[in-house]
């Protein structure tokens, strides 16, 4: 097994990913203005003012630039070698959060330390890729040797997110499930993403198209059915490499859609529901025998998929009732089933005009109307990008997103080149994090995903989700400097 030589400061400056950092302090610096741009009101207040939030922002940058270069002198066998205490301190601190914190919207997430409130939620992120990469790193672990390593891992990251669900943070939870494309890199069936795929698609159909019908079901759920033949028939050409089996059940398929049309249209009352059940059914019949009579056993996952499908989609109005009454109403705005241009609706719709308003060069620094009038509420926060996209146009939007992408990349690349299983899942798990928050953040200021409430990296205003990802950021730096001191025996 791989170890590093002792600490040597020297030589983590000298072999430090320069470039990584480069990108780190053009994106916080490129915040900071953005959060003054936000936040600006015509009183010609400096940037690094006190009262202002860009001001404050400018602390929250000097102490995390402070706590990297902390975190950059100590010894990288550290972060492996605490990884699990590390993760059971944010685990206690995340289970009595909810007691000693004050309620501030209705959740309970934040501890105030004098002045200062501190979200914990935001450092289990880099406490819970730690805990992941140890147990990754543990001798002769192999994630599909046995169901227990799944159990492990999983466990690892459902903790946290039980615990950030007690204090209502839905959005901080979510976040954590990101590291599923860890578990995909470490060896995790594409299968289980396709079914995580899936079922949101099953979902966001199934909840979007209810107010018509076609033979007499809800049209989502028609769609649905549709969609989950269509799977069928292709896992069954995938898993029996037979293209016959394939063009059998598609001829069965539309077969007797064609007839139910018919029928249909000669006024004939056909149960829809109970029809389209039944030629799912004898479809997964005729692909249990062909997976007999040419030994296939792969055919079965065919089999399950459309009868798990089939389950979900009629648990799917029954977890959407059990939702909160705010989240549902998020969830129809995002779908464009309610238009609540007012309420729920609002901030995406008055972001959307202010992306919209900037055009391709936008408005220019500090000329952003929408901005400058504070139509959208949290515009320093989580709604950050919308000021980009008004101000700075289409340019500046894609420039934040190149920087994004340039982030991810060098993290990827960083994971790739790590001699240390430990290494390469952590750079995964940090990589993970930047694409979640990113596309997410994105999406639900531009109105294609439901207003979470997570920030935009770098970008939003806020010490505890600055220090957070900097805490990741850096201990990436620092182990993947410690490469080339790693000896093996």
């Known amino acids: 097994m791989p170890l590093p030589r002792r600490n040597d400061p020297a030589s983590t400056f000298r072999h430090l990913d320069w470039a990584t950092i480069a990108i780190y302090l053009v994106m916080v610096l490129a915040g900071m203005v953005s959060i003054y741009a936000a936040c600006y009101n015509f009183d010609n207040a400096s940037m690094f003012a006190d009262t202002e939030f860009s001001g404050k922002q400018l602390r929250w940058i000097g102490l995390s630039l402070i706590l990297g270069l902390v975190i950059l002198l100590i010894d990288a066998r550290m972060y492996d070698t605490y990884a699990y205490p590390i993760y059971v301190g944010i685990v206690i601190l995340l289970?009595?959060?909810?007691?000693?914190?004050?309620?501030?919207?209705?959740?309970?997430?934040?501890?105030?330390?004098?002045?200062?409130?501190?979200?914990?939620?935001?450092?289990?992120k880099f406490a819970t890729a730690l805990a992941l990469a140890k147990l990754f790193s543990s001798y002769h672990f192999v994630l599909n040797a046995k169901p227990s390593n799944y159990v492990k891992a999983l466990a690892i990251i459902f903790i946290p997110i039980l615990l950030i669900l007690l204090q209502n943070e839905t959005g901080s939870a979510l976040t954590f499930l990101a590291l599923?494309?860890?578990?995909?890199?470490?060896?995790?069936?594409g299968l289980v993403l396709f079914a995580a795929i899936f079922a949101v698609l099953i979902f966001v159909v199934a909840i979007k198209f209810t107010e018509t019908t076609v033979i007499g079901i809800p049209t989502g759920e028609f769609v649905v059915m549709i969609m989950i033949m269509v799977v069928m028939a292709a896992m069954s050409v995938l898993y029996s490499r037979r293209a016959e089996i394939g063009r059998n059940l598609l001829f069965w398929f539309c077969g007797t859609g064609i007839i139910i049309y018919i029928l249909d249209l000669c006024e004939i009352n056909v149960p829809g529901l109970p029809a389209l059940l039944c030629i799912i059914g004898i479809a997964c019949i005729y692909i249990v025998i062909e997976a007999i009579k040419y030994h296939r056993p792969k055919l079965y996952i065919a089999c399950a998929t459309a009868v798990l499908s089939v389950v979900f989609l009629f648990s799917v109005n029954m977890a959407f009732d059990k939702l909160q009454p705010h989240q549902k109403l998020r969830i129809q705005v995002a779908l464009g089933i309610v238009e609540d241009l007012r309420n729920a609706g609002y901030n995406v719709n008055q972001s959307k005009i202010a992306i919209g308003s900037g055009g391709f060069f936008g408005k220019g620094f500090l000329n952003g109307t929408q901005t400058k009038l504070k139509y959208v509420p949290e515009q320093h926060t989580d709604f950050i990008f919308c000021t980009i996209g008004e101000e700075e146009g289409f340019v500046g939007a894609t420039i934040v997103t190149l920087l994004f992408l340039a982030l991810i990349l060098r993290v990827l690349a960083i994971g790739e080149r790590q001699p240390t299983t430990f290494g390469r899942v952590y750079s995964y798990c940090v990589a993970s994090y930047f694409i979640f928050h990113f596309c997410i953040n994105i999406g639900m200021v531009i109105g294609l995903c439901p207003v979470i409430g997570i920030p935009l990296p770098f970008f939003s205003y806020g010490g505890s989700s600055l220090w957070g990802f900097t805490i990741l950021l850096f201990i990436l730096l620092k182990i993947d400097a410690a490469r080339k001191n790693v000896l093996s025996y």
């Open 95 to 124: 289970a009595i959060t909810p007691f000693i914190a004050h309620d501030i919207k209705g959740s309970k997430s934040w501890l105030s330390f004098g002045p200062m409130s501190l979200q914990p939620a935001e450092f289990a």
């Open 180 to 189: 599923f494309l860890v578990l995909y890199r470490e060896g995790m069936s």
